[in-house]
């Protein structure tokens, strides 16, 4: 990459909201963990409330530093409702691992699991090599309205190996500076977009 492209790519990177986020090195995965406290609004505590359900998609894309196009992505979806007969908060979670389905008594039970990103898998180690340095950025949309959007990442998340690949529209893979820097309308009541500190693996302990 040309010199000036480089500076280019980091300036861009550093308009971008950065937040603190820890990651660890979990069995063959590399692994990140972050809080999402602004992400339970009162709208959205509304929503969940009156027994409609409400979906969030988060993206989270690792990048090399100094490059426009991400070297893996790994999808979740949330989809959270309050169940007026029985009570219970009920919160399904699908990602390239599976489903997960959680029962809460308390709303503030619900919304803290949903609001906290504890271990998720960015990629396998062998994907990230030690001593180059790395970033994530990450994209959450909520009650995204576009059918063709949800499809679109219903196709993503049944495909195998999918959180290693980067395959598709612009819209949805596109590059850094299309997904994060010009702030394209999403079709959403909301959405939140930060990128963490950069980061490297340290070299293999002898």
Not at 121 to 144: C, G, M, Q, S, Y
Not at 175 to 192: C, D, I, P, W
Request: net charge positive; aromatic share 10%.
């Amino acid at each position: 990459m040309r010199a000036g492209v480089f500076l280019l790519v980091l300036l861009l990177a550093d308009d971008v909201p950065t937040r603190p986020i820890k990651f660890d090195e979990r069995g063959r995965f590399l692994t990140m963990s972050v809080s999402l406290p602004e992400l339970p609004d009162d709208a959205l505590k509304r929503r969940i409330e009156s027994g409609l359900e409400a979906t969030i998609v988060l993206r989270v894309y690792l990048y090399r530093e100094g490059q426009t196009q991400p070297l893996g992505l790994t999808v979740r979806t949330y989809r959270v409702q309050y169940d007026l007969w029985d009570e219970i908060y009920l919160l399904r979670i699908h990602d390239p691992q599976g489903f997960l389905n959680f029962k809460f008594k308390t709303q503030a039970e619900a919304l803290a699991k949903l609001s906290t990103l504890d271990g998720f898998p960015l990629a396998t180690l062998d994907k990230v090599p030690r001593n180059v340095r790395h970033f994530v950025a990450v994209i959450v949309e909520v009650n995204p309205v576009s059918p063709e959007h949800l499809a679109e990442v219903r196709r993503w998340l049944s495909r195998p190996g999918s959180s290693e690949r980067i395959t598709g529209g612009e819209t949805f893979f596109g590059s850094f500076v299309s997904l994060f820097v010009n702030n394209k309308v999403t079709e959403a009541e909301r959405v939140l977009k930060f990128r963490s500190q950069s980061f490297s693996r340290p070299e293999a302990p002898k």
